[in-house]
């Protein structure tokens, strides 16, 4: 058994160092034929050897990540149907039944396809930047500065994604459990596989480098509105800033870097760069995909799809627009109080049917092209919101809170005990994210930041137990693949 894990495993290697080569563009010539670069290793002449080669090594770091095993579809489903909103309709081992019913092994393929594509990801990054540092003199230095700065925020982006799934949370003991095998070079073989894992807090430490790094070197904005969703920009950085802050339970910092981006006392919009602002109707950003509200999403069309089940709209809409893969528990935020029916994110984008409720926010039919979330507006909103909250700046958090609310019910009052006390407004901020985030992959992480246990669940003849912080199912394994042939692990 360990032969064919130690196989599988050098395959996955081969595979993501594969990927992380950078494109070629040119066609090869004879001599080129005759003697082949080997796979594993990189050739600067011609990946970086013209500025429109760099941008294209820069066009598929965005690329890589957009894979279905990653940010095209499968992290953000993973981290929503661990959680209590979902039921698994179809029982389908392949479309994450395992995440689902909480018990995730090493050797799951979830936990190693998301792990190996991630990794990936981040191995091109780190080969790009090497390639970019040794041929800088072949662009321009202002567009070198920018590319490494959006490497950079890319990185940032893979690790946190990483560390809030499979290490414990940085609250837990102040990141002093073990965390990830922080790969900060570029690899083009298996010589230098062993690495032991860094603490939680060492890879929350690079995460924050690499996103200042990124914030002080990425331009204000690109040139159309299409750029400024799709690629990072310096308020892209300090956007996810706030999200790694409030991961860290520091609430200082959030505010800091929250008050970069959002001005006003009951509109709120960003004062400089990219001018994001909530839009009037809550569904336009799931339709029009590059409004000031989408900060940074993964763009898909039907010539570049996240592929055959990977989509969020297969598995959390309806048939026949989507799989029917899982629908809505009736014990979750759907059925809560606080969620009235005037509420246009109900009316907009919950649908019944075969008696069952189903979340139809991406709505495109086959192929599913609807551009993935990362970072919305909104998820900023309340991030400074809870940090007001925690910090008791109660009228700030307050306002914040009913900006995102009085979006979609512009008649709602919020109840007097609802927001009275810091610790009620805390719930009711929480609260207020399970619904305005539903389906966009935060109730996994938000569960675990916060150290609450993960509620048991039923439906459909299925049943899930409930997860304790203390339990080791209340995060994901190291994948197997890993463990066999990482020696320092």
């Keep these: 058994m360990k032969n064919i894990n130690i196989k599988v495993h050098k395959h996955y290697l081969l595979k993501m160092a594969f990927l992380a080569l950078p494109f070629t563009f040119a066609a090869c010539d004879t001599d080129e034929l005759l003697n082949p670069v080997p796979e594993t290793s990189i050739s600067d002449k011609n990946a970086f050897d013209t500025p429109e080669r760099i941008l294209g090594q820069v066009n598929g770091l965005y690329d890589a990540l957009k894979s279905g095993q990653f940010y095209g579809g499968r992290l953000l489903i993973y981290n929503e149907i661990r959680g209590e ?6 029982t389908n081992g392949v479309t994450g039944l395992q995440t689902w019913q909480q018990n995730v092994q090493s050797g799951t393929n979830e936990v190693q396809n998301l792990w190996g594509a991630a990794y990936a990801s981040i191995n091109r990054i780190n080969v790009f930047l090497k390639g970019l540092e040794d041929n800088k003199a072949k662009v321009d230095p202002a567009l070198y500065t920018q590319y490494q700065a959006e490497a950079k925020f890319l990185r940032a982006l893979c690790y946190h994604s990483l560390v809030t799934l499979y290490a414990k949370p940085f609250n837990a003991d102040n990141g002093a459990s073990p965390g990830l095998p922080l790969r900060l070079q570029a690899e083009t073989s298996t010589a230098n596989n062993n690495l032991a894992r860094s603490t939680v807090a060492e890879v929350y430490a690079q995460i924050l480098q690499d996103l200042d790094d990124a914030e002080a070197g990425l331009p204000l904005n690109h040139a159309t509105d299409l750029l400024n969703t799709t690629r990072a920009h310096r308020n892209t950085a300090i956007a996810l800033k706030t999200r790694v802050y409030l991961h860290m339970g520091n609430y200082g910092k959030v505010i800091e870097e929250a008050q970069k981006i959002v001005s006003g006392t009951t509109t709120f919009t960003a004062p400089t760069g990219v001018a994001h602002a909530l839009q009037a109707d809550v569904a336009v950003p799931f339709v029009n995909y590059t409004t000031t509200e989408s900060i940074f999403s993964m763009p898909m ?11 969020l709209g ?10 029917g893969e899982y629908y809505l528990n009736t014990a979750g935020i759907v059925n809560d109080p606080a969620w009235p029916d005037t509420d246009a994110r109900k009316t907009n984008f919950i649908v019944t049917e075969g008696g069952n409720m189903y979340l139809k926010k991406f709505n495109k039919p086959s192929p599913y092209t609807d551009y993935v979330p990362v970072i919305r507006y909104a998820e900023v909103l309340l991030n400074y919101a809870e940090a007001a909250a925690r910090t008791n700046d109660l009228p700030k958090a307050i306002a914040l809170l009913s900006a995102v609310r009085q ?8 109840p007097a005990e609802a927001i009275a006390t ?16 539903l389906g966009e992959g935060f109730r996994s992480m938000d569960i675990t930041r916060t150290l609450q246990t993960f509620p048991e669940k039923t439906g459909g003849g ?6 304790a912080p203390s339990s080791s199912d209340y995060v994901w394994p190291m994948p197997s693949t890993e463990i066999a042939t990482n020696k320092d692990l």
């Design 422 to 437: 810091q610790e009620a407004l805390i719930n009711t901020i929480l609260k207020e994210r399970r619904i305005e985030l």
């Design 462 to 467: 299925l049943s899930a137990p409930a997860v």
């Design 85 to 90: 909103e979902y039921i698994n309709r179809l």
């Design 314 to 323: 297969f598995y959390f809409n309806a048939a026949p627009t989507g799989g």
């Design 301 to 311: 069309s039907d010539l570049d799809v996240p592929g055959t089940q990977n989509q």
């Design 407 to 414: 979006r979609s019910d512009a008649s709602y009052i919020f």
